[in-house]
Nanobody, 115 residues
Framework: QVQLVESGGGLVQAGGSLRLSCAAS????????MGWYRQPPGKQRELVAT???????NYALSVKGRFTISRDNAKNTVTLQMNSLKAEDTAVYYC?????????WGSGTQVAVSS
């Protein structure tokens, strides 16, 4: 089993920045891609950004150029730096990790952007 714990959410004004962090623990040997997904109010969960173990990244078009994903393989952590936040970025953000073809999820952290 793998446990993912997110931190760093909160309330910020439009144009501001937040940094989300996620730490993986447990059976993390061979952890593969890690990433962030979000679920806006009343909508389905959607991809924000992913990063492979080797550093290859993928971003949703809506966040490209504003968000940056990074990871520390030695610490099994993944970070999402969010700049130029918009009201439409308001959502619960979930950390994701793939280990041995299994998807693991954190419990989520709320990000609220006021316009």
């Amino acid at each position: 089993q793998v446990q993912l714990v997110e931190s760093g959410g909160g309330l910020v004004q439009a144009g501001g920045s937040l940094r989300l962090s996620c730490a993986a623990s447990g059976s993390t040997f061979g952890i593969g891609a890690m990433g962030w997904y979000r679920q806006p109010p009343g909508k389905q969960r959607e991809l924000v950004a992913t990063i492979t173990r080797y550093g290859s990244t993928n971003y949703a078009l809506s966040v490209k150029g504003r968000f940056t994903i990074s990871r520390d393989n030695a610490k099994n952590t993944v970070t999402l730096q969010m700049n130029s936040l918009k009201a439409e970025d308001t959502a619960v953000y979930y950390c994701n990790a793939v280990v041995a073809l299994h998807n693991y999820w954190g419990s989520g952290t709320q990000v609220a952007v006021s316009s």
